[in-house]
T-cell receptor, first 112, second 115 residues
Framework: QQPVQSPQAVILREGEDAVINCSSS?????VHWYRQKHGEAPVFLMI?????EQKGHEKISASFNEKKQQSSLYLTASQLSYSGTYFC?????????????FGTGTRLTIIP | ETGVTQTPRHLVMGMTNKKSLKCEQH?????MYWYKQSAKKPLELMFV???????ENNSVPSRFSPECPNSSHLFLHLHTLQPEDSALYLC??????????????FGEGSRLTVL
């Protein structure tokens, strides 16, 4: 069952913060985050495992709330280069990549 | 060279044509994947190959036929497609399809339009 992402789209001014959520109705083993810029390949940002710590990647970090089966991606002091569509992928168990299910994405637009 | 290369980048074909999409990875990975990306839909996994053996086929219609001659190359053969098959087809690779960080390395995709 695919995860649900929110919001579907968001427009921010450069320097503002954003939060993108990824929720599942089932217990999760891991959450993966990817970013895809228009016309480009999706790029891996990070993976969060059940029982793991919050991850960070420059000014982009994420958390995994096991009780809520939700992950949140935090983009602080957003830059123009952060524009793109953010996808989360979830695994229910440690089955491997063939069981990774993606959400429909959150389109982030950063304006000057 | 980029990690995962896909050709052609754009393809227009009629419903009776036969064409192929090609993917090549230069990362030394053992697993390769085909995904379908349609507008406003989540990425759909189509096929997974590990060490040149197919390990997953997600109920994909037989008009899509994958081929993995070696761990660096992956093909998707297309025949008698339908207009609803128009989409971006993404190839990806990973060191293995189980274990590790789970990171997928994607190509830029082949944009397919079926008339």
């Amino acid at each position: 069952q695919q995860p649900v992402q929110s919001p579907q789209a968001v427009i921010l001014r450069e320097g503002e913060d954003a939060v993108i959520n990824c929720s599942s109705s089932k217990a999760l083993y891991s959450v993966h985050w990817y970013r895809q810029k228009h016309g480009e390949a999706p790029v891996f940002l990070m993976i969060l495992l059940k029982g793991g710590e919050q991850k960070g990647h420059e000014k982009i970090s994420a958390s995994f709330n096991e009780k809520k089966q939700q992950s949140s991606l935090y983009l602080t002091a957003s830059q123009l280069s952060y524009s793109g569509t953010y996808f989360c992928g979830t695994e229910l168990e440690d089955f491997g990549n063939e069981k990774l299910t993606f959400g429909t994405g959150t389109r982030l637009t950063i304006i000057p | 060279e980029t990690g995962v290369t896909q050709t052609p980048r754009h393809l227009v074909m009629g419903m009776t044509n036969k064409k192929s999409l090609k993917c090549e990875q230069h990362l030394g990975h053992n697993a390769m994947y085909w995904y379908k990306q349609s507008a406003k839909k989540p990425l759909e996994l189509m096929f997974v190959y590990s060490l040149e053996e197919r390990v997953e086929n997600n109920s994909v219609p037989s008009r899509f036929s994958p081929e993995c001659p070696n761990s660096s190359h992956l093909f998707l053969h297309l025949h008698t497609l339908q207009p609803e098959d128009s989409a971006l087809y993404l190839c990806a690779s990973s060191p293995s399809y189980r274990g590790g960080t789970g990171e997928l390395f994607f190509g830029e995709g082949s944009r397919l339009t079926v008339l």
